[in-house]
């Protein structure tokens, strides 16, 4: 039981079946996540389990329903709202950055807003430009609203805990490349608190600061480089609001030198905020080298699955990074 | 008990009370528009002079544990649902002691406690938060109704359509309230929709919808009280459109070239508190007196207010990054 491996999918659906298990007030709603469960199956089952109230089907409203959510967060229930597609988030907009981020501090400190938007991002899956894109750096921008990225099963199951427990706001992007990625996970429930990073290789001579799929993709690259004698650290904030701050700042002040990876379009990114980040810190005089921003190109995502690949960076691409970055080593 | 035709809950104290509620709003809206012209009040504002009838006369069905959604121009539902005018006053002024603390100012002042779920600065932007109150209702066996107020000019807006539908198909206890006044800012209603009235639209939703002349304080009364009871006893929504009229402009700098004199004119002859304050006369509720001396009370409050406000301090600059989270 010990080390039980489950998907990064079902430590989802265990988080909030746990959850709703205990807490009457958590209940979720959405497009076809009943009998359908749900675009990605995330919430296969529970309908069986929770019934139609918990589990509320929703008609394709997405500002109603992120409205819904956000009046029900405002008067004691703790909604957990399931967007299709994390590009849809788009059609909710005003009610997640006008509404929910705003609410207790346009109120003078009354009221709260504690509501989990759970959906899946990121390309990989040839779904084309308005079902791929990486867009949590728009949201890390509003004051009031939590951004959460996990990479892993264990860390998704923990870091749900943590936002459903959260009495604000949180954006809680899962990649859809990673549903079916499997680890271990324990049974019982457990709580990573937002804004502790994980650092998910101890390294020397460069660290990775890269966020969800780009972290499977930097240990590997670390893995290569490995054997050609370089040592990577990978650091996963894990959580993009709150950033933890001081654990890449200690992992850039042992390294010296700092590549930031993520699969949303570079310009406009959040690997730019933790580049200038480290540039105003401390850790700004223990640079041997440039630091290195790797991201999406500036295109929608295509189709053709050569294409679209090539849109966002790869394995390659971060060794090489990695071997510029280290050349006067 | 009254002789007036008017919901069981309404006493002959609750209607003097309502009238002289319509006058505070009145001067409460008519003092923030001079502290405008005259530069002591910042920002932007937007008064509900004109509409008074549908805020104290929806409202006023109202049990305390009910809530409401507000608009823009609420500061007549805030008043209405039980407000502090001192703390409404301090907020325009921006002083720690109004209800945002200063931080909100005219279009985000909310009493959470007295179920006043906020105005908003977004049009068609509180219909979805209404929709998601009153899932709380349903889900937690609360029993309240929420009260969802908004312009003709949201009726246009996407979150109308999907949020009305959304609590239609669930039978959420919500009452939607369309207080057209005529312009979506310098938009004409009938310029900007095809329908005549925007109640006709509630058969789009299978839900009910109802036309009330705006400035008629028991047919106001009477119609929400019907819907509130619908709600409350899991019937589902209503749609109540009260045709009224703002006899402001749009917000502080509005010349209003949209509009005619004269039919401004039309509009204040049909004045909501004029007409409900002869209603009451000949119904005996009220004399002549008692009328006089209760719109003499509104208007001290008012003094009063501003006089609180003008004395209450600044919020401290240390307050600024306070409550982003919670």
């Known amino acids: ?329 | 008990m009254t002789n007036l035709n008017v919901p069981a809950s309404i006493s002959n104290e609750k209607l003097k009370d309502l009238y002289k509620e319509m006058w505070l709003i009145r001067y409460f809206d008519e003092k923030v528009d001079q502290f405008f012209a005259k530069g002591l009040i910042h920002g932007t504002t937007h008064l509900c002079v004109g509409q008074e009838a549908s805020a104290a006369g929806s409202i006023a069905v109202l049990e305390s544990k009910d809530k409401i959604i507000s608009t823009h121009r609420g500061h007549g539902h805030c008043i209405s649902k039980e407000g502090d005018v001192n703390k409404m006053m301090a907020e325009l002024f921006g002083r720690e002691t109004g209800y945002c603390k200063g931080k909100g100012g005219s279009m985000h002042i909310a009493d959470v406690e007295k179920g006043n779920l906020g105005a908003n600065g977004i049009v068609g932007g509180g219909i979805p938060l209404a929709v998601g109150a009153a899932l709380t209702s349903k889900m937690k066996n609360e029993n309240y109704v929420v009260l969802c107020f908004f312009g003709d000019g949201a009726s246009n807006e996407g979150s109308f359509h999907e949020s009305v539908n959304l609590a239609a198909i669930w039978d959420l206890p919500v009452v939607f309230i369309c207080e057209n006044n005529q312009y979506g800012m310098s938009g004409p209603v009938k310029d900007m929709t095809r329908v005549e009235n925007i109640a006709d639209r509630a058969s789009a939703y299978g839900i009910p919808g109802k036309i009330v002349d705006g400035c008629d304080m028991l047919e106001i009364m009477n119609t929400v009280d019907e819907a509130v009871e619908q709600a409350r006893n899991g019937n589902g929504p209503t749609l109540i459109e009260m045709k009224t009229y703002r006899w402001k402009g749009h917000s502080k700098s509005d010349a209003k070239k949209y509009r005619t004199r004269e039919e401004e004119n039309e509009w204040r002859a049909k004045d909501g508190i004029k007409r409900f304050k002869t209603v009451l006369i000949e119904a005996g509720v009220l004399t002549e007196d008692e009328a006089q001396a209760l719109q003499q009370q509104a208007s001290q409050e008012i003094e009063d207010a501003v006089k609180f406000a003008e004395a209450s301090p600044e919020p401290s600059i240390d307050t600024l990054e306070e409550d982003v989270f919670a």
Do not use: C
């Open chain 1, 1 to 329: 039981m010990t080390n039980r491996e489950i998907t990064y999918l079902e430590a989802v659906r265990e988080a909030m079946t746990q959850e709703m298990r205990q807490n009457q007030d958590v209940f979720i709603l959405g497009e076809d996540i009943g009998i359908y469960g749900g675009a990605f199956g995330v919430t296969r089952g529970m309908i069986e389990e929770f019934g139609p109230e918990r589990v509320r089907n929703t008609p394709i409203s997405e500002a109603a329903i992120a409205g819904a959510a956000v009046g029900a967060a405002l008067t004691g229930m703790r909604p957990i709202l399931e967007l299709q597609f994390s590009d849809f988030i788009t059609i909710a907009m005003d009610q997640m950055v006008n509404q929910a981020a705003k609410t207790r501090y346009m109120f003078g400190g009354k009221g709260k807003v504690p509501m989990v938007l759970r959906t899946p991002s990121g390309s990989g899956t040839g779904a084309a430009a308005q079902h791929s894109q990486s867009l949590e750096a728009w949201m890390a921008h509003i004051p009031g609203l939590k951004v959460v990225q996990p990479s892993t099963a264990y860390d998704v199951k923990g870091l749900l805990k943590a936002a459903m427990d959260d009495d604000n706001p949180v954006i809680f992007y899962e990649h859809k490349l990673l549903y079916k990625t499997s680890g271990h996970v324990p049974e019982e429930q457990y709580s990573i608190p937002l804004g502790k990073a994980d650092v998910k290789r101890e390294g020397t001579d460069v660290t990775i600061v890269a966020t969800a799929m780009m972290v499977h993709k930097a240990l590997e690259a670390a893995a290569a480089l490995e054997k050609e004698g370089i040592s990577v650290e990978v650091v996963d904030p894990r959580t993009i609001v709150p950033l933890d701050e001081e654990t890449i700042i200690n992992s850039v002040k042992k390294t010296g030198r700092l590549i930031v990876v993520h699969e949303a379009v570079k310009r406009g990114g959040i690997g730019g905020e933790i580049a200038s980040m480290i540039a105003e810190s401390e850790a700004f005089d223990y640079l041997d080298a440039p630091i290195k921003r790797l991201g999406g190109l500036a295109v929608p995502i295509p189709y053709n699955p050569t294409l679209e690949k090539a849109a966002i960076p790869q394995i390659p691409d971060i060794i090489a990074a990695v071997k510029e970055v280290v050349k006067n080593k």
